[in-house]
């Protein structure tokens, strides 16, 4: 099973600042590395996916890098909406697994 | 718009059994891989089980293997799971989440559904 590893566990920040996070794979996940956003109370919220493209709807400023066991979501600049916890997820084989999160607050 | 609507949800004591539902509409549910997606109250995402659009293929985490069953209806359009022998740590939000690509399984999630509550506890 591949395990994903998310740093930091929590990141506090100001609106307006950019927001880097990682997801650290035990091996290689090939392209297919997507990144959700979760916001309390509610369903998770497809960001990005096989590492780079942002879903239908996504602004801008959320981009995607990475390949073979090491991505970053990058934040360029902060709205207050985007203050929430963010998850990677892989597919390998027949197991979809997902990091542990990261929590983005407000500093 | 895509719509997955769950139910089912509610309180059961250990070694018991549930059955969950998701209602999907504004899509061709019969030409999707569909799967269920469980958060544990305060803790991460983990995928539980899939099923292929035709129901001829399912896949389960290791940790419900034996006790959890994916099903579908595609006349009806919706997506079940039934929990026998609910364990403490089953006890989770379960959603309903759809393949990004009709027939095929897909690498993530496109759309989720807003989750159904199952507490496990005596």
């Known amino acids: 099973e591949i395990v994903l590893t998310q740093s930091p566990a929590t990141l506090s920040l100001s609106p307006g600042e950019r927001a880097t996070l990682s997801c650290r794979a035990s091996?290689?996940?090939?392209?297919?590395l997507a990144w959700y956003q979760q916001k309390p109370g509610q369903a998770p919220r497809l960001l990005i996916y096989d590492v780079s493209n942002r879903a239908t709807g996504i602004p801008a400023r959320f981009s995607g890098s990475g390949s073979g066991t090491d991505f970053t979501l990058t934040i360029s600049s902060l709205e207050p909406e985007d203050f929430a916890v963010y998850y990677c997820?892989?597919?390998?084989?027949?197991?979809?697994?997902f990091g542990q999160g990261t929590k983005v607050g407000i500093k | 718009d895509v719509q997955l609507v769950e139910s089912g949800g509610g309180l059961v004591q250990p070694g018991g059994s549930l059955r969950l539902s998701c209602a999907a509409s504004g899509f061709t549910f019969s030409s999707y891989w569909m799967n269920w997606v469980r958060q544990a109250p305060g803790k991460g995402l983990e995928w539980v089980a899939n099923i292929k659009q035709d129901g001829s293929e399912k896949y389960y985490v290791d940790s419900v293997k034996g006790r959890f069953t994916i099903s579908r209806d595609n006349a009806k359009n919706s997506l079940y799971l039934q929990m026998n022998s609910l364990r403490a740590e089953d006890a989770a939000v379960y959603y309903c989440?759809?393949?990004?690509?009709?027939?095929?399984?897909?690498?993530?999630?496109?759309?989720w559904g807003q989750g159904t509550l199952v507490t496990v506890s005596s």
């Open positions: 997820q892989q597919r390998i084989n027949w197991l979809w697994t």
């Open positions: 989440a759809r393949a990004p690509y009709s027939r095929q399984p897909g690498t993530f999630f496109g759309y």
């Open positions: 091996q290689s996940v090939s392209s297919y």
